[in-house]
């Protein structure tokens, strides 16, 4: 039997009350509302280190849910991605707790200017001795438009263009400013970098001018690792081009394993190899020692669940145009939404036998399709189905922080260890060399190109 290579494990978090699992929070062990305490999180990026995690992936929003001018009543009411906090320094105090630990987090086109983007990854990439990972995304709140001076959010496949000019300058400054033997350290001649070896990007484009030099030296991995997540076709092509790790919600086996291989070939036609881009699928587990014991956790949790933050979090529930509240019988179909089309897409899949409506909201989102309820034989089974058919990681959504985890660390990884489906050991290095063997973007990289290209 051909050996196996190990599934990836990514822990989905976000540095908030409320991320995915709405109304968990009030179980009697949750302890995400002290997100603020960094305590938390240093024992929980410990524990994923334990149970040789390759990655803690926050998710960020720089808005609210709901229409832009709506009432937040329910969005406070629920700690729904609020008050949250930056990713970015938690990733900073992060790394120094850990060794190999990937540190990824989210940070949209919209919040961040690029050149003072590019500098703070370049400063967590040298902190970290290279274990960044960068989500890109592009903000699909009109509340976070209007918290960095737009009336609404850009057209969808527009945000995309927009979020390929702003890689292009991240990575101009990442791998074109600096040569690698442009910082030298030379006291005897007086030298700490030599100018020939630095060099302006001199960007001009649609929406940023940036002349550079970059500030910061070539960090372990200059790029950091680049994820994304959105399955629509402007979504697809973009991380066909840019993403080395693409986040997807789960569908039909046929549906995911379609997916994958559509959009591994749009990468070979990017002129990349299908392998450079790596697949998580967001999954979340109960266990139980026995099946009996299992299903009967799943139904302790969906008494905790709250209809109200599943269906403000899908952002379907109001007319985008107007903000009014929709009717709950109104057929998704008809629902005109900025939302990600592949978590809509996502939602009419897993209700084949009708139409699903907004008042079908909140089930469908808690539902089943992407809980895992079992004995960790059960899982370990399950995980070996989702590899078959291509899926390289698996992006472990969480009830609560940070029990969650330790109980999948203590009580699953074992077993998956033991059938050789996740690492037992870390290999050493960077996350990239990690997840793809070496440190830096391979040569066939789009973003390679800006090496040199400044000389
Ligand atoms: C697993 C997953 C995680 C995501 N995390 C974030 C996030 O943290 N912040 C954010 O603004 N968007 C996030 N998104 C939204 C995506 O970045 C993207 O905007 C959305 O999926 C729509 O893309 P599409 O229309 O190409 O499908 C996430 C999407 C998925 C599937």
Do not use: C
């Amino acid at each position: 039997m051909p050996v196996r290579p190990p599934l990836r494990l990514a822990a989905f978090v976000m540095d908030t009350v409320s991320h995915i699992q709405h109304g968990l929070w009030r179980h009697p062990e949750a302890r995400q509302h002290e997100f603020d305490d960094v305590r938390m999180w240093i024992d929980l990026a410990k524990t994923l280190e334990r149970g040789r995690f390759d990655t803690l992936f926050f998710a960020d929003v720089v808005g609210l849910y709901g229409p832009a001018d709506g009432d937040y009543t329910v969005n406070a009411r629920e700690g729904l991605q609020v008050p949250n906090a930056d990713p970015s320094i938690l990733a900073a105090a992060l790394a120094t707790h850990t060794e190999h630990l990937g540190l990824a987090f989210t940070s949209s086109v919209l919040q961040a200017h690029p050149f003072e983007f590019a500098r703070r990854v370049s400063t967590l990439d040298h902190l970290s001795r290279g274990r960044i990972g960068w989500n890109i995304v592009t903000s699909a709140l009109d509340g976070a438009a209007r918290n960095f001076g737009h009336d609404r959010l850009e057209e969808h496949d527009e945000r995309y263009a927009w979020a390929q000019e702003y890689v292009d300058v991240v990575a101009k400054l990442w791998e074109g400013s600096w040569d690698d033997d442009a910082f030298r350290a030379d006291k005897a001649a007086g030298v700490v970098s030599d100018a020939s070896g630095i060099h302006r990007i001199d960007h001009v484009g649609q929406r940023y001018r940036v002349a550079g030099p970059h500030l910061s030296k070539p960090s372990p991995q200059r790029t950091p690792v680049l994820f994304q997540a959105g399955s629509s076709p402007a979504g697809r092509a973009f991380a066909a081009r840019n993403a080395e790790a693409q986040f997807i919600l789960t569908s039909t086996r046929e549906k995911t394993a379609e997916l994958i291989a559509s959009t591994r070939a749009d990468v070979a036609a990017a002129g990349r190899l299908p392998e450079d881009l790596l697949f998580f699928l967001g999954l979340t587990f109960v266990i139980g020692s026995t099946e009996e014991e299992a299903r009967r956790r799943s139904a302790e949790i969906d008494e905790l669940l709250s209809p109200d933050g599943f269906l403000l979090h899908s952002n379907l529930g109001y007319d985008p145009e107007t903000g009014a509240a929709l009717d709950p019988d109104t057929p998704l179909s008809q629902v005109k939404t900025q939302l990600g089309q592949s978590h809509l897409q996502w939602l009419r899949e897993a209700s084949p036998d009708r139409e699903p409506t907004i008042r079908d909201l909140a089930g469908l989102s808690a539902k089943l399709r992407a809980r895992v309820v079992g004995t960790p034989e059960q899982i370990a089974d399950e995980l070996e189905q989702w590899q078959d058919i291509g899926v390289d990681g698996i992006n472990v959504m969480n009830w609560w922080l940070p029990g969650s985890y330790e109980e999948f660390v203590d009580h699953v990884v074992p077993t998956l260890q033991d059938r050789g489906l996740v690492q037992r050991e870390y290999a050493e290095g960077t996350l990239r060399r990690k997840l793809f063997g070496h440190d830096q973007l391979p040569d066939r990289h789009p973003a390679r190109r800006w090496r040199g290209a400044f000389s």
